[in-house]
């Protein structure tokens, strides 16, 4: 069975660009979560989408936005960035509720330059 | 809101010795908790679980952690460390009110020969 995908592995852009994060869940999962890792802060809660729906979101400025596919893969759009948006995106799949488990893909390290 | 603290953002322990890593964490309701691993280069996996019924948890590579209400605590322990464990940990909390995982800032576990 295939794990949690997520694309690119890599993404260097420079402040005021935007940014495109891909994850596709594991077959037959239909929330996706996404959490930022930046250095020494550990994982901060982005989004949560359900259905098609977000179902919600972390103390992150709108400039975070996402949405979720009919197919249940997402994307995660940073607007405007800003050097400190430099970090790992995790996106991670789970059959939904907060009680299950999630299964996490490798990230994405995006480079804010 | 519930919070988690883990104590140490990295400890040393010689292979063959006691693992011991703390979490304590924060929630005016039952909560749910979970121990995550993350080894260099890869996403966060699921160490083990605790929802509800028996506070004594066994997870996966001879990790177990037990919930003590009273002490608002989730320590992970395994008997006898392995290089192979080295990584890192995050402890998480989440409850029914709220529809998000909060996670710990980790502790790197380092294995000393």
């Known amino acids: 069975e295939a794990g949690v995908t997520q694309s690119p592995t890599h993404l260097i852009k420079t402040r005021g660009q935007q940014a495109t994060l891909r994850c596709s869940p594991i077959s037959g999962h239909t929330s996706v979560y996404w959490y930022q890792q930046a250095l020494g802060l550990g994982l901060q809660f982005l989004l949560w989408?359900?259905?098609?729906?977000?179902?919600n979101r972390g103390n992150f400025p709108p400039r975070f936005s996402g949405r979720q596919f009919p197919n249940y893969s997402s994307e995660l759009n940073v607007n405007a960035l800003e050097l400190e948006d430099s970090a790992l995106y995790l996106c991670a799949s789970g059959a939904g509720g907060t009680y299950n488990e999630q299964f996490f893909g490798p990230g994405t390290r995006l480079t804010v330059l | 809101a519930q919070s988690v603290t883990q104590l140490g953002s990295h400890v040393s322990v010689s292979e063959g010795a006691l693992v011991l890593l703390r979490c304590n964490y924060s929630s005016s309701v039952p909560p749910y908790l979970f121990w995550y691993v993350q080894y260099p280069n890869q996403g966060l996996q699921l160490l083990l679980k605790?929802?509800?019924?028996?506070?004594l948890v066994k997870g996966i590579n001879g990790f177990e952690a037990e919930f003590k209400k009273s002490e608002t605590s989730f320590h992970l322990t395994k008997p006898s460390a392995h290089m192979s464990d080295a990584a890192e940990y995050f402890c998480?909390?989440?409850?029914?009110?709220?529809?998000?995982?909060?996670f710990g800032k980790g502790t790197r576990l380092h294995i000393l020969p």
């Open positions: 605790y929802t509800t019924g028996a506070t």
């Open positions: 998480a909390v989440s409850d029914l009110r709220d529809d998000k995982i909060i």
């Open positions: 989408y359900d259905e098609g729906e977000e179902r």
